[in-house]
């Protein structure tokens, strides 16, 4: 089982893997001497306080020694002495989350909430932890954030390049900086979408939600992200019998532009194509895009194609996972025609390694702002990416990161563990290029941008560049005839 860093996987460690039953609950009218026999009797150190099922309130030991021991008497009830509201983290929240939560409000115990606000476990703070966190923690007290608005998410989305330059300089692999990049942008849309649910609903546009999952696209997708890659998402909603269908969309269209803005405030910045479930285009039943599938299918326009190229690798980052399950499925049943897969291979056919005959580098000449420069992800890992991509769906697998991908090819005897591990190496050492060119830039002060200068990398760098850009070059070959030329 693939299995990343220690310092990635502190950051994308979820808060349900650490939960413990260190708690009792009881009612708000509870007398507060019953409740502290319970507490002994079954020896847990906090006592949670509900009222009309609902945690309204907390008491820790620390309460107890100060509160209870010195103020209550026999008739004193819970509710008299708890501490509210209640400081609290989601189940889906991560455990860094949690651990800068509790530093910085200073407590020893947190309760996980799941979506409807019930208790299902506790979060107990744990000394060997934060030693075994060591200079991290520095970083989660920086990405520690208010769930009530989006100053905390601004934070996050910040702090990501200071993360991303220490886990360089640890000599982190860059897929795996990208994949805690991807995490972090995950939840960026979860909060920026749980706060678009609370103002929307307030609107009273539809008295029935129905389930929906927001879904991210492309890198966002495959959690191969680099710094600041624009929004890619589209939301798939159930129907409801009890609702206007229009009125279920028109919720759903005020959620997306809800959510999607402020994801934009946040540093995640709208799609210049308007590929965001703002868009109709992108926000849809289950049932209709299924229709709209089919018919780009059947269509498969070079328009249509695309489409398909830009929805393929999605990934559910909210709601009912299901129904983007449900979707791929169908997606993968309808791409096994043998036509259609040639027609989305030619929807991809002018993405090309960066690479020329005579082993030149091929910059841009166009742009002047980026004259002489190389778009290391358009004309380096892109075509790498949209290759395994079409072998990928070809042989039925349904894994959706690049290096999954790689590896079920390597099972299927597609390709040999030897080009497994070279288009592995290929993209982490592309990946690392991007990722240090855009710390630098944003250290700078300047913008982020895929583009590179080739002349500033070192002389083995361009030697190792140029070998494994040759190599995506001669993949491309490949597929066209495999794929794109087969089914003439």
């Given at each position: ?7 990635v996987?502190?950051f994308?460690?979820?808060v349900?893997?650490?939960?413990t ?19 002994k ?12 099922n ?7 030991e620390k ?21 509210e ?12 989350h ?6 910085k409000?200073?407590?020893n ?8 606000s ?8 744990n000394?060997?932890?934060t ?27 910040q ?12 000599n ?15 939840v ?13 609903k ?6 029935e ?10 890198s ?61 285009l ?48 169908f ?25 020329g ?10 742009d ?17 990416v ?46 690392n290029i991007?990722l240090?060119?855009q ?21 083995r760098?361009?030697?190792v560049?140029?070998?494994?850009l ?19």
């Amino acid at each position: 089982m693939f299995k990343r860093s220690n310092s990635v996987e502190l950051f994308t460690n979820k808060v349900m893997d650490y939960m413990t039953d260190n708690y009792i609950l009881v009612k708000k009218n509870e007398l507060i001497k019953t409740a502290i026999e319970q507490l002994k009797k079954y020896k847990k150190s906090t006592i949670l306080v509900e009222d009309e099922n609902q945690v309204c309130g907390i008491i820790t030991e620390k309460d107890i020694l100060k509160r209870v021991a010195f103020s209550a008497n026999d008739q004193t009830t819970v509710n008299q002495v708890m501490s509210e509201p209640v400081k609290f983290v989601y189940e889906d929240d991560l455990l860094f989350h949690a651990v800068g939560k509790m530093r910085k409000l200073n407590l020893n115990h947190l309760p996980v909430f799941d979506m409807d606000s019930k208790v299902l476990g506790m979060v107990d703070m744990n000394i060997a932890l934060t030693a075994e966190l060591g200079d991290l923690v520095f970083q989660i007290d920086q990405m520690t954030y208010d769930e009530q608005d989006v100053s905390g998410l601004i934070k996050i989305k910040q702090q990501q390049i200071h993360l991303a330059e220490d886990l360089l300089n640890r000599n982190i692999y860059p897929g795996d900086i990208s994949y805690l990049l991807s995490f972090l942008n995950n939840v960026i849309y979860r909060r920026a979408i749980r706060l678009a649910e609370k103002r929307v609903k307030e609107k009273k546009i539809i008295k029935e939600i129905p389930n929906f999952s927001v879904i991210v696209m492309g890198s966002g997708g495959r959690m191969e992200s680099f710094l600041h890659p624009d929004q890619d998402n589209g939301l798939i909603y159930e129907t409801n019998v009890n609702e206007d269908p229009e009125k279920i969309d028109l919720y759903f269209e005020e959620l997306a532009k809800d959510f999607t803005k402020t994801l934009d405030d946040c540093g995640i910045p709208l799609c210049k194509g308007d590929l965001m479930a703002s868009n109709q285009l992108w926000r849809k039943s289950l049932p209709n895009w299924k229709i709209q599938i089919e018919q780009w299918l059947k269509n498969h326009t070079p328009q249509d194609m695309r489409h398909i190229d830009m929805l393929y690798d999605f990934r559910s980052v909210y709601g009912k996972i299901e129904l983007a399950e449900e979707l791929r499925l169908f997606i993968n049943d309808k791409l096994q025609e043998k036509k259609l897969l040639k027609f989305l291979y030619f929807s991809e056919e002018e993405s090309d390694a960066a690479i020329g005959f005579f082993g030149q580098f091929i910059v841009e000449k166009n742009d002047n702002e980026n004259k002489g420069f190389l778009n290391l992800k358009h004309t380096g890992t892109l075509p790498l990416v949209e290759s395994i991509r079409l072998y990928s769906i070809k042989n039925k697998i349904t894994k959706i990161s690049t290096f999954e991908r790689l590896d079920e090819l390597n099972n299927l005897k597609v390709l040999s563990a030897d080009e497994t591990d070279f288009f592995k190496n290929a993209h982490r050492f592309m990946s690392n290029i991007l990722l240090r060119n855009q710390v630098e830039r944003t250290k700078k002060g300047l913008s982020i941008k895929n583009f590179i200068d080739p002349k500033k990398l070192l002389e083995r760098e361009k030697r190792v560049l140029k070998i494994y850009l040759k190599k995506i070059r001669d993949l491309k070959q490949r597929v066209r005839v495999d794929i794109g030329e087969e089914y003439f």
